[in-house]
């Protein structure tokens, strides 16, 4: 409201007091409705940004987590753990999709290994054994499948075999409401989940040219530095090993994944040692070529 005096002081109006009278005075519609429509544009600019604030909040924390859960995963693999027992809350089921192949790159079979907490269904060995997700270290030996596996067979060819990991996992950061001993199905089924595949490969950084060579023609110097690098590049093959870890999140109700994504890599060092499909990075023992 506004007000306005009228009349002066010290001079008799109308009434003879000799004092101003006060009037008051309201907005009129057209600033009524300016002011309105101010209003609406600034609301309709801030309910179309307001969807955009939301989605990217959810982003965030979604790579928080991920991010999160990849330093466990990793920590996991290049120590060759075997007690993580609690991974058996988050983990759905792994799939292994393998296939054989010799040497001139021609297929010899293929197929898949599924584990899941409740039963195993192994393809890839003759006398498969009984190996649900039931312990850590049954999750963490098949994430640590290596990528190409050489496969010398009496009954074939030698060859090799290529192995996909995928794992489907809750995560198992974030919101507590979310962590056991939730039993909801509502509540579980509206969890995060990703999907994680595992790459475990040979440490490959060395000059081809220099391990590939034929010791005759080359001067006795060149020979013996030539083999000496081959020595080299058979431990580091044998001894460490690069680790690569996909994410892509989130996993919808029918089995496809959203936009996010993010790859970590990181090194393992150490033997490898398998216990059938299992297979482990021991930190602390190392082969050594004479």
Request: charged share 20%.
């Amino acid at each position: 409201m506004r007000t306005r005096w009228t009349g002066l002081p010290g001079r008799g109006g109308s009434n003879g007091a000799g004092q101003g009278r006060l009037r008051r005075q309201g907005f009129t519609m057209v600033e009524i409705a300016l002011s309105l429509a101010i209003i609406g544009f600034a609301l309709v600019a801030i309910v179309g940004v307001l969807p955009v604030g939301l989605q990217t909040q959810q982003e965030n924390r979604e790579e928080t987590i991920v991010l999160q859960d990849a330093q466990v995963w990793l920590t996991a693999l290049q120590g060759g753990a075997r007690g993580y027992d609690d991974l058996t809350n988050w983990v759905e089921r792994i799939e292994v999709h393998w296939a054989d192949w010799d040497m001139n790159g021609r297929l010899l079979g293929q197929g898949r290994d599924l584990y899941t907490p409740t039963n195993s269904d192994i393809t890839s060995v003759d006398a498969p054994p009984f190996l649900p997700l039931t312990n850590g270290a049954t999750i963490v030996g098949v994430l640590g499948t290596p990528r190409y596996i050489y496969v010398p067979d009496v009954h074939r060819p030698a060859g090799f075999r290529s192995n996909h990991v995928v794992a489907y996992v809750r995560a198992f950061s974030g919101p507590a409401v979310e962590k056991p001993p939730q039993d909801d199905p509502a509540v579980n089924e509206l969890a995060f989940r990703y999907r994680m595949v595992t790459e475990v490969v040979p440490y490959r950084e060395w000059d081809t040219n220099w391990v590939a060579f034929d010791l005759q023609g080359l001067p006795p110097a060149e020979a013996v530095q030539r083999s000496n690098y081959w020595w080299v590049v058979r431990n580091l093959h044998v001894n460490l090993h690069e680790v690569r870890l996909l994410f892509r999140w989130p996993v919808r109700p029918n089995g496809e994944t959203g936009n996010g994504r993010l790859v970590f890599r990181g090194v393992i060092g150490g033997v490898r040692t398998n216990l059938g499909p299992l297979h482990f990075y021991e930190p602390g023992m190392f082969a050594r070529y004479p």
